[in-house]
C-alpha cells in the first residue's frame, strides 16, 4: 500500500472504527476481491465488537498489496458514501505528511535509487519471515504468483521469498529500486534492523 494511503487510514482510524459497520458487505467484498484471505475474514470476524472488527480490518489493509485501499474504498460506495467522499477529499490534499523511509532506514541516496542486486535480494530474503507475502503484495506481485513461489520451492522459505523478490525486480525493470523496496517493507512495518547490512 502507498504510504499516502497508509496515514490517511491511520488518521481516520478512530473515526472509521466509529463509523462503519463492516459485517456483510465491506468485508465479503474485500474476500471477494482477493484483498483478504480467509482466514484474515475469520479473524476480523471473531473480534467481539464492530469497533474491534473495524480496527483489527484497518490493520490488516495496509498489508494487503497497492489494490487495497482503492477496494476499500469501493466497499464503502453503496452504504457509506460519506465516508468513502471523506478519505477522497484527504487523498486529494497535497500535503500528507508520510515519513519518508529515508529518515527512518538510514541507507544513501545513491543506493536507494539502484536497482537491487542478487546479493542484496537474498541477503534480505534471509532476514525477512512471516510477513514476505505481506512485502510482495505490497509490492505488486499477485497471489498466483505467490503460490507458485511457495509451489516451487516447498522446503525453502528463502527460496520462496527469494524467487519472489527476484519476479518483482524483472517485472519492474529499473523501476524495482531499493527505494521501491524500502517503501514496501515500511508500509508492512518491517523493523529497520531487520535491513542491517542488506545494501552495504
Known sequence: MDPRHKEILRKHRLDLSN???????????????????????DEI??????????LRLLDIL???????FGTFLNSLEEEFTW??????????????PVQSPTDEW?????????????RQLSRLASRLGSEWESVLLDLGLSTGALYRCRADHPLSLHGQVLAGLIQWRQSQ???????????SLQSTDVHPSTLDEVFQ
Open 106 to 118: 538510514n541507507i544513501p541516496e545513491v543506493t536507494l535509487r539502484a536497482v537491487p542486486s542478487d
Open 45 to 54: 470476524q471473531s473480534q467481539i465488537s464492530n469497533k474491534k472488527k473495524t
Open 83 to 96: 465516508v468513502r467522499d471523506k478519505l477522497l477529499q484527504n487523498l486529494e490534499q497535497p500535503n500528507v
Open 62 to 68: 495496509p498489508t494487503r498489496g497497492p489494490r487495497a
Open 173 to 183: 525493470g529499473r523501476s524495482a529500486t531499493v527505494h521501491r523496496l524500502l517503501q
Open 19 to 41: 463509523q462503519i459497520l463492516i459485517d456483510d458487505t465491506i468485508v465479503q467484498f474485500l474476500y471477494q476481491e482477493n484483498i483478504l484471505t480467509e482466514s484474515q475474514v
